[in-house]
């Protein structure tokens, strides 16, 4: 290498030096590099250091305990029979296999992502033919070449690899891959987010098919009652002890109970098969489940942990976290187009005449190249570019900020629901111990001639409202618990 040679190499890491310089915070500005103003924006983390629950005593220690949602969904949720729908659900259910088909996808992009940045070699075959002038100076030595050594010497034939390598200085591909490998595990985590959502959705419904299950079950014992006081007033009306009024309000109102089991049932046919839905199965089979346990079902106080936790339990957070490192890293890929772009290409391989001239030494042929280029006319398509994944990038920032904020309003609404739910149902138990005692009292009124058949009528009615509202209130506090779990980021492990 002459003293030539090693100026011009010189000068041009000289030049690569100058522009990776240029990307430097004193540079970022705004430049020939940097031309336009960035508004990338950084999440803010703000959420307090503990859940504030006015019903929770003071000293209580279950906010310093680990989460809730580190418990896997089979501890979770004791009923075998609940088990065993989620495990049908996570393995027909169709939104989670298309789920999975997304994470093939993004991991497939990966690999296309790691493929750009590797050198490309590839195998070539080629064939030419050329035809000069028999006046020039090419057409003479042919004629020559032809009548001594070949007959046909305008026709070449070219064998061997070649290769084509962009060299990444700027870390333009190497932060698009990075930025795709984010995006993957974005995707792990919606999976694990829609397991969640299958999880409690299921167990959501399983419940209420329960407490449909128990209404059911109050309603034919009303309607029992019912039909037997219908009896007794159309037995007292023949011996004229009452009227047609009193008849009719009493077979109105087992008329009315009457009607809403069938609703009743209904619903239970449709709750059935919105869980068969979610399984995806095909059977005429009704769920297995035992209703008759679902009063007395325990639900216990859930342990909440502290709302840092939620980063690590909950799904959602953490995908939108993926997607943040994703944005930022295409941002710094786009803007490295606006640089300088370095490629090498070269090949070797055999040509000749003929292909018996073929791996011969003198049918060796090589080349090698080097070539800068920097885009000038089509800045303004890069530019575009890069304002385009600016704004991704600050759309990403506040998606994560709203799906941080509502995880930790999403606690807060539940633990409260809970408390609130379970002195609901402490105070319409009683109430519904109370219009038992009542429906006694007033048919021993009524049976001498102390009380109306108003009075037993509403009485009846108040006490079948009352054992309505309970099981709804039962549900409301059984489905917190789940919502609380999911609240808190569990049901995906």
Do not use: C
Not at 363 to 389: E, H
């Amino acid at each position: 290498m002459n003293a030539m040679d090693r100026k011009k190499i010189v000068s041009v890491l000289t030049i690569i030096a100058f522009l990776g310089a240029s990307q430097t915070p004193v540079f970022a500005r705004k430049s020939w590099f940097h031309p336009v103003e960035l508004m990338q924006r950084n999440p803010i983390f703000n959420i307090p250091k503990k859940f504030q629950n006015p019903f929770q005593p003071k000293d209580a220690t279950l906010d310093t305990a680990d989460s809730a949602a580190t418990v896997s969904w089979r501890q979770f949720f004791s009923d075998p029979d609940l088990v065993a729908l989620i495990e049908t659900a996570l393995a027909n259910n169709q939104e989670f296999n298309i789920a999975i088909q997304d994470i093939e996808i993004a991991a497939s992009e990966v690999k296309e992502r790691q493929s750009e940045y590797l050198p490309k070699v590839g195998l070539g075959f080629g064939a030419s033919y050329i035809r000069p002038s028999d006046n020039t100076l090419e057409g003479v030595l042919d004629k020559i070449t032809s009548r001594y050594f070949f007959s046909n010497p305008d026709f070449n034939l070219n064998l061997g690899p070649a290769l084509s390598w962009e060299v990444d200085i700027w870390r333009r591909l190497r932060n698009a891959k990075e930025a795709a490998r984010l995006r993957m595990i974005a995707q792990y985590e919606v999976r694990n987010f829609l397991i969640s959502r299958l999880v409690s959705e299921i167990a959501r419904n399983y419940y209420e098919l329960m407490a449909l299950d128990t209404s059911l079950k109050i309603l034919d014992a009303n309607i029992a009652i019912q039909e037997a006081a219908f009896l007794k007033m159309q037995i007292l009306k023949r011996y004229a002890k009452a009227n047609q009024l009193g008849v009719n309000r009493f077979e109105a109102q087992l008329n009315k109970t009457r009607s809403q089991r069938s609703e009743t049932s209904q619903s239970i046919v449709e709750k059935e098969n919105r869980l068969k839905f979610l399984t995806g199965i095909y059977s005429d089979a009704p769920i297995v489940r035992h209703s008759e346990l679902f009063m007395a079902m325990p639900v216990h106080e859930l342990q909440t942990g502290v709302p840092i936790q939620l980063l690590e339990n909950r799904a959602d957070i953490r995908q939108a976290e993926a997607v943040i490192k994703a944005a930022k890293l295409d941002l710094k890929s786009v803007k490295a187009q606006l640089l300088p772009n370095v490629t090498i290409s070269a090949g070797t391989g055999f040509s000749g005449f003929d292909p018996q001239l073929w791996f011969r030494p003198q049918s060796l042929f090589y080349n090698a190249m080097g070539n800068v280029m920097m885009p000038l006319i089509n800045r303004k398509a890069i530019i575009a570019r890069i304002q385009i994944a600016d704004a991704r990038q600050t759309q990403s920032v506040l998606s994560y900020e709203e799906t941080l904020l509502r995880a930790y309003t999403d606690v807060l609404i539940q633990q409260s629901n809970i408390k609130k739910m379970q002195q609901a149902f402490d105070t319409k138990k009683r109430e519904v111990v109370l219009l038992e005692e009542s429906i006694g009292i007033a048919n021993s009124l009524f049976k001498y001639a102390k009380a109306t058949y108003v009075e037993v009528l509403l009485t009846q009615e108040e006490k079948l409202n009352a054992e309505k509202e309970l099981v709804a209130v039962k549900m409301n506090l059984v489905g917190s618990r789940v919502d609380l779990y999911r609240a808190l980021g569990g049901g995906w492990r």
